[in-house]
């Protein structure tokens, strides 16, 4: 089982939609993560982050955190073409590790 | 604030050949990371400094691959010999707390 896991997709909505990303965790003991946006060619750019069960909302985005079932996602309100990129999910284990794991992205197509 | 920065942004070199990838993280960053991506593997993580000091190296694939940051404004990740399965993009990134910063990145590909 890898430790993060996303669906791979491709996904596709159409303008104006919701877009819904899911990744899930194996380790139990995570405490921190992350969303980050990768658009082709580019490097990953820091969507939001979520530390504590529930949602946390951004703009557009908001992040859903379900530690119990080891769950969390990125939901995009209003999708725009703009938003058509992979989006990497990241998990850190917390205390004094720093280091991220990445799962293997989503990638996400606006369609106009 | 410039931002990582990472030299140079694409390299193409032969089969043998050494290569030195450069990384300057944000001012004030303490931490520091070494990732590779490619289509196979996704990101994966290198290897990390804390305070100029290598933490974790397990991510590193082989004794050819070698890092270093004898300075807190400067990185480098070294390869020795290259060779055609190292193609990839490289990606730098620091940190303060526990939000990772990543640098544009130097495409590698190694014929």
């Known amino acids: 089982q890898k430790e993060v896991e996303q669906n791979s997709g491709p996904l596709s909505v159409p303008e104006g939609a919701i877009a819904s990303l899911n990744c899930t965790y194996s380790?139990?003991?995570?405490?921190?993560f992350f969303w980050y946006r990768q658009y082709s060619g580019k490097s990953p750019e820091l969507i939001m982050f979520?530390?504590?069960?529930g949602d946390k909302e951004d703009g557009r985005f908001t992040a859903q955190l379900n530690k119990a079932s080891q769950y969390v996602s990125l939901l995009i309100r209003d999708s725009q073409p703009s938003d058509s990129a992979t989006y990497l999910c990241?998990?850190?284990?917390?205390?004094?590790?720093?280091?991220?794991?990445f799962g293997s992205g989503t990638q996400l197509t606006v369609l106009p | 604030d410039a931002g990582v920065i990472q030299s140079p942004r694409h390299e193409v070199t032969e089969m043998g050949q050494e290569v030195t990838l450069r990384c300057k993280p944000i001012?004030?960053?303490?931490?520091l990371f070494w990732y590779r991506q490619t289509m196979m593997r996704g990101l994966e993580l290198l290897i990390y400094?804390?305070?100029?000091?290598?933490?974790?190296d397990s991510g590193m694939p082989e004794d050819r691959f070698s890092a270093k940051m004898p300075n807190a404004s400067f990185s480098t990740l070294k390869i020795q010999p290259s060779e055609p399965r190292d193609s990839a993009v490289y990606f730098c990134?620091?940190?303060?707390?526990?939000?990772?910063?990543f640098g544009p990145g130097t495409r590698l590909l190694v014929l």
């Open positions: 990241a998990v850190n284990r917390g205390g004094s590790a720093r280091q991220l794991t």
């Open positions: 001012s004030g960053h303490d931490y």
């Open positions: 990134a620091s940190s303060q707390q526990e939000t990772q910063y």
């Open positions: 380790d139990r003991g995570s405490q921190s």
């Open positions: 979520i530390y504590s069960n």
């Open positions: 400094f804390n305070n100029n000091v290598p933490i974790d």
